[in-house]
Nanobody
Framework: QVQLVETGGGMVQAGDSLRLSCTAS????????MGWFRQAPGKEREFVAA????????YYADSVKGRFTISRDHAKNMVYLQMVSLKPEDTAIYYC???????????????WGQGTRITVSS
């Protein structure tokens, strides 16, 4: 069992930057592909970004491409989502997920965190 914990959410203004972090307690993330998903109020959860287990490949949703960067640090057992130029439409609960393959679909991921909320005001 992999227990994921996200941190770094908060309330920001449009145009601000924020970095989310995800780690696992008692388990290395080294062999997992990692993804970030988000769920806005009244909407279904959607893919944001994903990174391969070795960090060599990344995927991004078109809506965040060029503004968000996913990265990982094996030594720290951490996965990050750096977000710049935040928009009100980025307001959502952001979830970290771990899976065995680099995918954009949430059902491909086996483990999920509880989420961290981001609110972007205009």
């Amino acid at each position: 069992q992999v227990q994921l914990v996200e941190t770094g959410g908060g309330m920001v203004q449009a145009g601000d930057s924020l970095r989310l972090s995800c780690t696992a307690s008692g388990r290395t993330l080294r062999s997992y592909a990692m993804g970030w998903f988000r769920q806005a109020p009244g909407k279904e959860r959607e893919f944001v970004a994903a990174i391969a287990y070795n960090g060599h490949s990344t995927y991004y949703a078109d809506s965040v491409k060029g503004r968000f960067t996913i990265s990982r640090d094996h030594a720290k057992n951490m996965v990050y989502l750096q977000m710049v130029s935040l928009k009100p439409e980025d307001t959502a609960i952001y979830y970290c997920a771990a899976g065995l393959a680099l995918r954009r679909t949430e059902y491909e991921y086996d483990y999920w965190g509880q989420g961290t909320r981001i609110t972007v005001s205009s």
